[in-house]
């Protein structure tokens, strides 16, 4: 097969289709894949480091208010359909899959005009703009949440999990938590506000460690590298008990999950689909900052399964998280009752059901 795919932005558009292009190469190694990806996105320093090859357009997203701002986001938006048809034409795809992000509008919608088979990959359970628009041209849409598929047409559209889920589920994990002076026989709780670190998460948890101190579970706390010093000058003075881990990042999170109780984060898309695959409970505390407050949404089809908490930003507080940590961490058979719900909804074979819905359409 001959897979031209385009994500940009976040780490959630991206690493699903890196996932998709590792099951692609492990069925077909003979494949040739191309990577397009915005200027000004993620994409450009990771996916090269994956061996894949990469070009990239200049493109940004609209603004929901009228401003000169859109005049050069149509611009730039026409020199990359111009740029996507040229790229289509020296590859010769036998498909073009788009995995969100403004990038993939422009090359998914090209792929379309030319009559190139096309589908596209919504991680989230409301669907963004990009998507939205491409749903009217593309072949076949898939979706990472079933409450996604109310929102396209729907004789074109399969739920077939998020492609992380499997490249998570499949991984054997050799780590121990004595890498940062911990036990491996104590049930470990994983705070973490995702790669760059979450403001107010850090901050209640900087506040709440005098407690955790007390607790007969481990906490790790993960700041992010760019908020770890904030953090250590919050805790200046404080105690940090054995039971207790502060760090900035942990570089290979896939492999130190698997040995995680539950954990404390956001709600993007990728963070669920590994956690479900993986039946770990969950404190969910959903970013306010995201379009159409999706991550509550995502959140809230864990809650609603028993697999997950739900503290909004807003009601997180010292009591509110300790609480909640507590909850699910002193009572072992709430915490298997959870971590089974999650499992269920988890969907350990997303890459291969992607890829199968691929094939399907390829000329």
């Known amino acids: 097969m001959r897979l031209m795919i385009s994500g940009g932005g976040t780490g959630g558009h991206i690493y699903p289709a890196l996932a998709l292009i590792e099951e692609l190469r492990r069925v077909d190694p003979d494949s040739e894949v191309l990577y397009v990806g915005s200027t000004r996105g993620l994409e450009k320093d990771i996916v090269p480091k ?76 409301v669907v963004g703009l990009t998507n939205r628009f491409l749903s009217k041209h593309v072949d076949k849409i898939a979706v990472g949440f079933e409450d996604a598929i109310s929102q396209f047409p729907k004789d074109k559209t399969v739920y077939t999990g998020n492609p992380r889920a499997q490249q998570v589920a499949n991984l054997k994990s050799d780590f121990s938590w004595t890498k940062y002076g911990l036990k491996d026989d104590v049930p470990t709780l994983l705070i973490f506000g995702g790669s760059q670190g979450a403001l107010k998460i850090n901050r209640v948890t900087a506040e709440s460690i005098h407690l955790f101190n007390r607790k007969d579970y481990q906490v790790v706390f993960v700041t992010g590298p760019k908020r770890y010093d904030d953090v250590m000058e919050q805790l200046k003075g404080q105690t940090i008990n054995d039971n207790v881990a502060v760090l900035d990042y942990i570089a290979d999170m896939p492999n130190v999950l698997p040995k995680v109780d539950a954990i404390v984060g956001r709600a993007g898309a990728t963070s669920l689909a590994e956690i479900t695959a993986l039946g770990i409970p969950s404190v969910l505390i959903p970013s306010p900052y995201v379009t159409a407050d999706h991550q509550t949404k995502n959140a809230l089809s864990l809650v609603k399964n028993d697999a997950a908490v739900i503290i909004t930003e807003d009601d997180l507080t010292e009591k509110t998280l300790v609480e909640n940590a507590d909850f699910i961490m002193n009572d072992r058979y709430k915490r298997l009752k959870m971590a089974e719900n999650a499992r269920n909804m988890g969907c350990r074979d997303a890459a291969t059901r992607l890829l199968d819905l691929a094939k399907s359409i390829c000329h």
């Open 50 to 125: 994956h061996n894949i090859d990469f070009e990239e357009l200049e493109i940004q997203g609209f603004k929901r208010s009228l401003s000169l701002y859109n005049v050069k986001t149509v611009a730039l938006f026409m020199k990359s359909l111009h740029k996507a048809k040229k790229l289509i034409k020296q590859f010769k795809p036998d498909i073009v899959i788009g995995t969100g992000g403004y990038v993939s509008g422009a090359v998914v919608y090209a792929a379309a005009q030319m009559k190139i088979p096309t589908m596209i990959h919504e991680q989230n359970s």
